[in-house]
């Protein structure tokens, strides 16, 4: 733009994860409603697989749908989840809509995939003690990093999530 104006211009890293973290404050309040919901079934016992058998794969499955439902239905609808309005950014499709369902499944899966990934090198790279078993949890990280890192080489500032949705993630006004 040649006004100078920082909208619709690619978001920054910093948002990005800025927004994640606020998303993610508001995934964990959907996981207690979720397991408030759910207690009854399990007469107020922990819900694990050892002790509840199909009532926690049942539970398991529920919290993923329902995390999917709050991440589509406003990435297809206004193409901003409530954290991305704080920090006022937008995902949108090529032409600038909102994106669609499969692409929505495609973006939540790959970002679900690349945490579960990530989270077991985290909790190893979180030990001081150095072993061989290091190097594997920093290649269990690496992913994540470099799907965000890859923001700073894209010459729209898209990450390897984006390219694969295919989406990008835009500052709004």
Known sequence: MSDG?????????????AALAYDLLLVIALAFVVTFAMLPLSRGEAILAETQGWLAHAYHALLAIVVFAYFGWSWTRSGQTLGMRAWRIRLEARGGAPI??????????????LVALALPGARHLAHPAWTFGTLGAAALVFPLVLNYAWTFFDAEGRSLQ??????RVRRVA
Not at 162 to 167: I, T
Request: aromatic share 10%; charged share 20%; hydrophobic share 50%.
């Open 162 to 167: 984006d390219l694969a949705g295919p989406a």
């Open 5 to 17: 104006s920082t909208a619709e211009a690619p978001a920054g890293l910093f948002r990005r994860l």
């Open 100 to 113: 669609r369902w499969p692409d929505a499944l495609v973006r939540f899966l790959l970002g679900a995939g």
